[in-house]
């Protein structure tokens, strides 16, 4: 069975010997690399993949807030860090879990719980996945501290509201703290289209549609001035 591969980053040894001590002690984890700050990480992860990335928030030069928001394709994240102010942050996200130091064994062990079930399923770090064992692709996003799993086909239509995203699906609405354009980075170009800076709609549920507004069903989606070119081309509005 393969292992499942760590990177550790933390700019301070004696943590950073914490989670490799703590991971020791648990069958199917392999420490690859442990990095004292994010360009040593930066230079791994340009060389080869890891599955779980354990990163420290307060480092010199780069936070790791500010290297995490530089990868592409992330692995799945476990953040750590003394201070709890970058929680929703880090929320924002998608990381796997957010624990603050000192980190005791049980609370590392439910870390730990949650990204095994992420990578048992498949999904990749920008929450997107098509596994193969299932048909339809999904994301997951955070609402409260419950993180939800919505296939992309119940979603409807995307509205940001200021430091939240309404996410309306076919039965259901989910409220995320999160911004639009991150929710739209999760989201294939191909079936979903950004028609306003507060708006994305999913491009096979339009019913109607004029050179100012979207219909979906009863749903009323305006076109943004600087969206309008770039919509007319993609739904050939004469």
Do not use: W
């Amino acid at each position: 069975m393969k292992k499942i591969s760590c990177l550790i980053v933390d700019d301070e040894p004696l943590a950073s010997d914490i989670i490799e001590e703590y991971l020791s002690r648990m069958e199917g984890f392999e420490v690859v690399a442990k990095c004292s700050n994010a360009m040593q990480a930066f230079t791994h992860l340009s060389k080869s993949r890891v599955d779980l990335l354990f990163l420290d928030i307060q480092m010199p030069k780069l936070t790791g807030i500010e290297f995490l928001k530089s990868l592409r394709n992330p692995p799945k994240v476990v953040l750590t860090t003394a201070y709890s102010d970058y929680a929703l942050e880090g929320y924002d996200l998608d990381v796997v879990d957010y624990l603050l130091k000192p980190i005791s064994f049980e609370r590392f062990l439910r870390a730990i719980d949650k990204a095994t079930k992420l990578l048992a399923v498949g999904t990749p770090s920008s929450s997107f996945a098509q596994p193969a064992a299932a048909s339809e692709p999904y994301i997951y996003v955070r609402e409260d501290k419950i993180t939800q799993k919505i296939f992309l086909a119940e979603i409807l239509y995307i509205e940001s509201q200021g430091n939240y995203v309404k996410i309306v699906c076919n039965e259901r609405v989910v409220t995320s703290y999160s911004s639009i354009s991150l929710i739209e980075e999760k989201l294939p170009e191909a079936k979903f289209l950004r028609v306003h800076r507060s708006f994305i709609i999913a491009v096979e549920r339009i019913t109607a549609f004029s050179g100012t507004t979207i219909m979906i069903g009863k749903h009323q989606i305006p076109i943004g001035r600087s969206y309008k070119t770039l919509v007319e081309q993609k739904l050939s509005i004469d």
